[in-house]
C-alpha cells in the first residue's frame, strides 16, 4: 500500500483506524497514524504514530516514531523514538534520541548511534 497523489507529491497523513487490518508492507511520503492493526512492514518518509489500540507485527522505519501502543519487531527512527506510557516494544531500536514515558514497556536493544541505513552509520561488518 502506497500513498500518493497523482501528481507524485506528498498525501500528508494518512490515518488507519481502529479496527482495520492491513496485511502487507505500508509505505508513504507522507506522516502515518496507526490505529489499526498491521501486519507487515511500515516504511514512512515523514513522522509514524501508533496509538494506543494500534499494533504492527514487523519493521518501523520513520523519521520520529511514537508509540503508544505494540510493535513486534525493529524500529528505525531516523530522528527520535517516544515510547508512551502504554507502549510495549518487542525488538530492536535504531535511532538517535530516545524517550521512554514510566511505564513503557521495551524488551530488546537499543542503538542510538546512528539511524539504521543512514550515510553516517558503520561499516556492514561491525
Known amino acids: 500500500m502506497k500513498t500518493k497523489t ?8 494518512t490515518i488507519i483506524s481502529s479496527g482495520v487490518n492491513v496485511e502487507g508492507t505500508l509505505s508513504s511520503d507522507g506522516s502515518i497514524r ?3 492493526i498491521i501486519r507487515g ?21 520513520g523519521l ?4 503508544g501502543g505494540k510493535v513486534e519487531g525493529s524500529v528505525n527512527a531516523k530522528e527520535k523514538l517516544m515510547l508512551e506510557s ?19 514497556r521495551f524488551d530488546g536493544k537499543s542503538n542510538m548511534g546512528q539511524s539504521k541505513g543512514s550515510n553516517d552509520s558503520a ?3 561491525s
Not at 6 to 13: D, L, R
Not at 64 to 67: A, G, K, L
Request: hydrophobic share 35%; glycine share 16%; net charge negative.
Open 34 to 36: 496507526l490505529d489499526g
Open 64 to 67: 520520529s516514531i511514537t508509540i
Open 123 to 125: 561499516p556492514a561488518n
Open 6 to 13: 497523482t501528481n507524485g507529491e506528498s498525501n500528508g497523513y
Open 86 to 104: 502504554r507502549a510495549d516494544l518487542k525488538g530492536d531500536v535504531f535511532t538517535k534520541i530516545l524517550i521512554v514515558e514510566a511505564g513503557a
Open 41 to 61: 512492514d511500515v516504511n514512512c518518509e515523514g513522522n509514524v504514530t501508533i496509538g494506543e489500540q494500534g499494533e504492527v507485527y514487523g519493521k518501523v522505519n
